[in-house]
């Protein structure tokens, strides 16, 4: 068992460096691997070698130091690493040392930690089923690890053995196993699994009803204040790293009709072609704060919207789904927004960002209106601009100018981008410049893959001299960064680019969110989109149709991109609201059966007879509650029958013992008054024997000298030869112990 | 509980969660912290008032068990703090397991039964097996490591034996064993048996108090009579006026016959036996030095008494042990009589041979101490009609010399042996149990 408990320990432990060192990007974690093989071979097995529990002190000093030289010369990601590597340098500690119990409980502890670090590095689908994996290996390892220690102590410590303060002796501990078995049989196996089931079980229930009561304001990954709520990709904040699965989801996120809006005509497939172009782009949030790979909103006042309605010429009409986000999109140089719902439009005046305010956050479709106006982005906003007052302008400069400012901890980027556009004279030209060098010079290519490769660094920076490869966050974040490096205007956009026309609708999917730039040039703002052409072979490729395989990966990513981006808002709308509702449901119906309307039985039936809702999860949850109350009313009905048994039992023992011998019961009341009771071991032949020989004297006095016997007699008749008393007997007897009773009595 | 409670009046104080994640959220809060108020009461009640816990089950967290809850705190508050919900599905995946082995262990240790096999009395210093046999009466599941510990309980202390069940399946019994050697004579209380667990993850232990009640009787510890308990026996024969029983030739007993040898006496030749077998055969007699002995055992101790005090008052019951053995076995016609003076002295007549020896090891077993002082009903018991020897084993053996010392011939013929081990270690070789 000794081997087994050895390999699980070792496989476990690599298993957990093999997912840090892909969630980190770096080797560093993979090497657990070889420390592992080379312990299980050379110090578990073989027993050549192993580090004494000194040395391992001055190894573990030596992990400390080289954890805290790169926790405090690096940022806030690499201080995370940094704790991440000491605990990759504590396992190989462990794992070169002669182990005992408390090695191998350690082994597992670090082995579990590496594997929350890594939860902090990567949310990728992978990174889901290594932990379903791991857990499970978790289980099984702990479980045998539990029986070798059980066992192994009880044989250790089997000795006779004196103990101190229990002075009256010693004991020897017993160890009860079948010996023809081995212990890591089929039971133990099937044991471990059905307990690992549960618990994955009762941990996925946890995960979804552990309410995001988020601490605070601040991000994993900076320790400065955040200020939105959802983590999704086109929130007020923008983790770089975060989208990379939203863009292969290919659920969908809006559909967009359009409409003259002078007239109310839809708008033709040719029409709506020409019109938004092969790539277009909706604008959702911008980013204007960028901090350590995390952008994030700058803080405006929300004014509502009004109505221009009357100079607008097109009507976009979308229906965006419940994604938990209160940001709106829309196409082109929008005029307005409206909506005949009951939440109200806001808008903010510098970043031209719209969302919605007030009334229910609701699971169904959001339906609003955007009014445009063919040509640029900017135009009416520009328009608009000129007619504000002082105020609106002194602050929209002072927006500006903290837009244009370059962060000095980026000076890397900003020499960069001057070495770029040493040529370029006009602000136009800088900007064209620095997006042609992202896009097309070849040196950068678009990815999916978010590995780091020097997480001392930025990750813009990072992205920028080492690794050459990301999604559009990369790109715009760095395009943005390199234009405020030349003392440019630049924000950072988040929306969807391109779409899945279907005649005259269009289908926006999270596979098409991406990021760009707008750029303040010449009292404008222009639109860049860094981002290589790849990208949209890539969303391409995802739109069409797939395998079987891939529709499966992608309900899982749906799934597992819905749990791990849930924010407080979404727990409430997808968990805690249906399970409401549902609750809700089942009170109002049972309300009505006990009124007596049996309409929502009624429909109950006619949903069972759909055969098209037994394979429903609906259908998954009748069965699963019939199954629960069938069992309920199986146990329910074995425990009451059970105890109907004991008390009818019990009432026919009593019965039989004293209902039918009455009167013999009368006999021994009256005698225990004389001070003399049957004892239990006394037959009541031998008890009114022992009695008559003193009372004898008295009972001849009132002409009953033999009719004890007779009474006994007449008991053991009713007792145990089943012949029960004639109504005439009964009364003779009654009559003798009275005349017994008040014979006594007076003797008394 | 203290968190149950404080989450629930959190919850009814603000009504954070409700405004958070609306009524289902307030509702599963408030259930949950309701569970852990009622829950953790029910812990407290059980481990301060353990008659109220029902059947008996309690709750331990091992220190594996602490150390896995300090990383799902460590790991929740960062989910928390860093919005990060990988963090957090690792947190509710350490959860799963954590609860599932509380579960499990609990639902291992319902419908167990155990029954332990004893035997009534031993000796001190003797090592034996008790047998426990575990029961699992359940349908499902197999119960895993199951850890019996029974409790040995004895006025002057206690121990806690231990038998490891690997697993016992379901509708099964499994038969367990574990060795036990007592050191200290008297009544021994066995029960009750406590079985925990913690399988199948080690993270929490649960166990069930059954209450599976016995007594043991353990005798006093007997050691050798030297060489010179014999020869000191000689000379107080010698010193003691005697009628010897007329019950053989030559005033001896019949020893045992044999067949004859040249050299021996023709008159011993028994004549009947050698005809019935056809060879001669001579009775063999054995000079019978055997007399009637009166054992009295003063094992006195002073009211403040020091563990040598004690001691000395263990052997002179152990001595005394050891004599009555001694004599019952090796006399066969004089008689025994004993005197143990204690708090409820005890007398003790018996016949020849050793048939009632066990009435006598069990006084000696179960007898009191006393610090009581010295009065004349020591020596009550004390009259041979000149037929036996008086032996007074006490711890005070200069008192008792005293009062022997006294014109009383009832005392004058008694022998007093002092307990402490200078005075009795020529005689008397203590088995010391280490």
């Given at each position: 068992m000794l081997q087994v408990l050895q390999i699980s320990t070792t496989i476990l432990v690599s298993f957990a460096g093999i997912i840090f060192a892909s969630a980190e990007g770096a080797p560093l974690g993979a090497v657990s691997v070889l420390v592992a093989l080379f312990s299980l071979f050379?110090?578990?097995?073989?027993?050549d070698f192993y580090v004494t529990t000194f040395v391992a002190s001055i190894l573990g000093f030596c992990a400390f130091i080289a954890a805290g030289i790169e926790f405090f010369n690096g940022e806030i990601e690499s201080r995370l690493l940094s704790g991440g590597h000491l605990i990759v340098y504590l396992t190989w500690i462990f794992l070169v040392q002669k182990k005992e119990n408390r090695h191998f409980w350690w082994l597992f502890a670090l082995g579990m930690l590496q594997v929350a670090v890594s939860a902090v590095l990567t949310n990728a689908l992978w990174y889901g089923a290594a932990l379903v994996g791991y857990t499970f290996l978790a289980c099984w390892t702990l479980s045998v690890f539990q029986l070798y220690r059980a066992t192994n102590d009880h044989i250790a410590s089997a000795?006779?053995?004196?103990q101190p303060r229990l002075i009256v002796g010693s004991t020897r501990k017993g160890l009860s196993r079948d010996?023809?078995?081995?212990?890591?049989?089929f039971r133990f196996f099937s044991t471990t699994s059905f307990v690992y089931v549960l618990s994955f079980g009762m941990a996925m229930l946890f995960f979804l009803f552990t309410?995001?009561?988020?601490?605070?304001?601040?991000?994993i990954y900076g320790d400065s204040p955040v200020s939105?709520?959802?983590?999704?990709?086109?929130?007020?904040e923008v983790r770089l790293g975060d989208m990379g699965e939203i863009l292969e989801n290919n659920a969908t996120v809006a559909t967009v009709e359009l409409y003259h809006?002078?007239?109310?005509i839809r708008f033709t497939e040719r029409e709506m072609l020409d019109y938004f172009g092969s790539e277009p782009l909706f604008r959702g949030s911008t980013q204007e704060i960028y901090e350590l790979g995390n952008w994030s909103h700058f803080s405006q006042t929300n004014l509502p919207m009004t109505n221009?309605?009357?100079?607008?010429?097109i009507r976009q009409q979308i229906e965006l789904e419940p994604?938990?986000?209160r940001t709106l999109f829309g196409f082109g140089n929008i005029v307005a927004l409206s909506t005949q719902s009951e939440q109200s439009i806001n808008q903010q005046p510098y970043s031209k960002v719209f969302s919605r305010r007030g009334g229910r956050d609701s699971r169904s479709v959001f339906t609003y209106e955007v009014l445009s106006n063919p040509g640029k982005v900017d135009l009416e906003a520009a328009l608009e601009r000129l007619s504000w007052s002082v105020q609106q302008k002194w602050e929209f400069r002072e927006y500006l100018n903290r837009l244009s400012r370059p962060r000095r901890s980026l000076s890397r980027i900003s020499e960069l981008s001057r070495n770029i556009t040493?040529?370029?004279?006009?602000q136009s030209e800088i900007a064209s410049q620095i997006e042609a060098y992202l896009?097309?010079?070849?040196?950068f290519s678009y990815s999916l893959k978010l590995d780091i490769?020097?997480?001392?660094?930025d990750p813009v920076e990072d992205f920028l001299i080492n690794r050459k490869q990301g999604h559009c966050e990369y790109f715009a974040s760095a395009m943005a960064l390199m234009l405020r490096g030349n003392g440019i205007p630049a924000r950072l956009v988040t929306g969807f680019k391109g779409g899945v026309q279907n005649k005259d609708t269009l289908t926006l999917q999270q596979l098409h969110a991406h990021s760009w730039v707008e750029a303040y040039i010449d009292d404008h703002w222009q639109t860049f989109d860094p981002t290589p052409g790849e990208r949209n072979d890539s969303v391409s490729s995802l739109e069409g149709p797939r395998s079987m395989y891939v529709n499966m990966k992608q309900g899982f990513l749906n799934y597992w991109n819905a749990g791990i981006n849930m924010s407080p808002t979404q727990q409430k709308e997808m968990i805690y609201k249906p399970v409401e509702g549902v609750v809700s449901k089942v009170g109002t119906t049972l309300k009505e059966v006990f009124d007596g309307n049996l309409t929502s039985v009624k429909q109950y039936f006619e949903f069972l007879k759909?055969?098209?809702?037994?394979?429903?999860w609906q259908g998954g949850v009748f069965v699963f509650l019939v199954l629960l109350f069938v069992s309920g009313l199986v146990w329910s009905l074995k425990k009451i029958s059970r105890l109907l048994m004991r008390n009818w039992k019990r009432q026919l023992k009593q019965q039989r013992t004293y209902q039918q011998v009455e009167f013999y019961n009368r006999f021994r009341k009256i005698m225990h008054t004389q001070g003399y009771s049957q004892k239990p071991a006394e037959t009541a032949q031998e008890f009114v024997t022992a009695s008559l020989k003193t009372l004898q004297t008295k009972f001849v006095e009132v002409d009953l000298e033999h009719w004890p016997e007779e009474l006994v007699q007449k008991f053991y008749q009713v007792r145990f030869g089943n012949q029960p008393l004639s109504e005439q007997d009964a009364e003779q007897i009654q009559a003798r112990l009275t005349k017994m009773e008040s014979a006594l009595l007076e003797t008394k | 509980m203290l968190l149950g409670l404080s989450l629930v009046l959190y919850e009814f104080r603000t009504g954070f969660i409700q405004n958070s994640l609306g009524v289902g959220g307030h509702v599963a809060i408030l259930i949950c912290g309701t569970a852990f108020s009622v829950w953790g009461l029910k812990e407290i009640i059980s481990s301060h008032?353990?008659?109220?816990a029902g059947r008996g089950y309690h709750f331990r967290l091992p220190i594996e068990g602490g150390m896995y809850i300090i990383i799902m705190i460590v790991l929740f508050i960062g989910s928390l703090i860093g919005r990060s919900n990988p963090l957090m599905l690792v947190f509710s995946l350490m959860v799963g397991p954590f609860i599932l082995n509380g579960w499990y262990t609990f639902t291992m240790l319902r419908s167990l039964y155990v029954r332990r096999e004893i035997p009534k009395r031993i000796m001190a210093g003797e090592t034996f097996t008790a047998s426990i046999v575990l029961e699992n009466?359940?349908?499902?599941?197999t119960a895993w490591l199951m850890n019996v510990s029974d409790s040995v309980v004895h006025a002057s202390g206690y121990l806690s034996p231990e038998v490891l069940f690997v697993n016992v399946p379901p509708r099964q019994e499994r038969r367990g064993h574990y060795q036990l050697r007592l050191k200290k004579r008297g009544k021994y209380q066995l029960g009750p048996v406590d079985v925990t667990t913690r399988f199948p993850l080690g993270l929490v232990e649960r166990g069930v108090i059954l209450s599976v009640q016995d007594e043991l009787l353990v005798y006093p510890r007997t050691g050798h009579l030297k060489p010179d308990w014999r020869r000191y026996l000689q000379q107080s024969i010698e010193l003691v006026s005697h009628v010897r029983p007329?019950?053989?030739?030559?005033?001896?007993?019949?020893y045992r016959i044999r067949e004859y040898r040249p050299?021996?006496?023709?008159?011993?030749?028994h004549w009947r036996t050698s005809a019935r077998m056809s060879e001669l055969v001579v009775c063999d007699y054995k000079e019978s030095r055997d007399r009637d002995l009166i054992l009295i055992v003063d094992p006195w101790v002073s009211p403040k008494a020091s563990d040598e005090e004690s001691d000395d008052a263990e052997r002179a019951l152990r001595f005394a042990t050891t004599v009555c053995m001694d004599h019952l076995r090796n006399s066969r016609e004089s008689s025994l009589r004993v005197t143990l003076f204690g708090k409820k002295s005890v007398h003790w007549q018996g016949g020849t041979?050793?048939?009632?020896l066990e009435t006598l090891l069990d006084a000696l077993a179960l007898f009191e101490i006393t610090n009581k002082s010295l009065d004349d009903s020591l020596f009550a018991?004390?009259?041979t009609n000149g037929r036996g020897r008086v032996l007074l084993i006490t711890t005070r053996p200069e008192q008792v010399s005293k009062l022997t010392a006294g014109p009383d011939l009832r005392t004058s013929q008694v022998q007093v042996v002092g307990a402490s081990l200078q005075s009795i270690s020529m005689m008397y070789l203590d088995d010391v149990i280490t």
């Open positions: 050379f110090i578990d097995w073989q027993k000795l006779l053995t004196n010996v023809d078995h081995n212990l890591l049989n309410p995001r009561v988020w601490i605070g304001q601040y991000s939105g709520k959802a983590l999704t990709g086109f929130t007020e809006h002078q007239t109310g221009y309605s009357e100079t607008a010429k994604i938990g986000i040493r040529n370029s004279t006009t896009r097309d010079s070849g040196e490769q020097d997480a001392s660094i759909s055969p098209r809702q037994w394979v429903s | 008032w353990p008659r109220f009466r359940k349908t499902w599941p007329q019950t053989g030739p030559f005033n001896d007993d019949l050299g021996d006496d023709p008159r011993m030749i041979g050793d048939q009632h018991d004390c009259d």
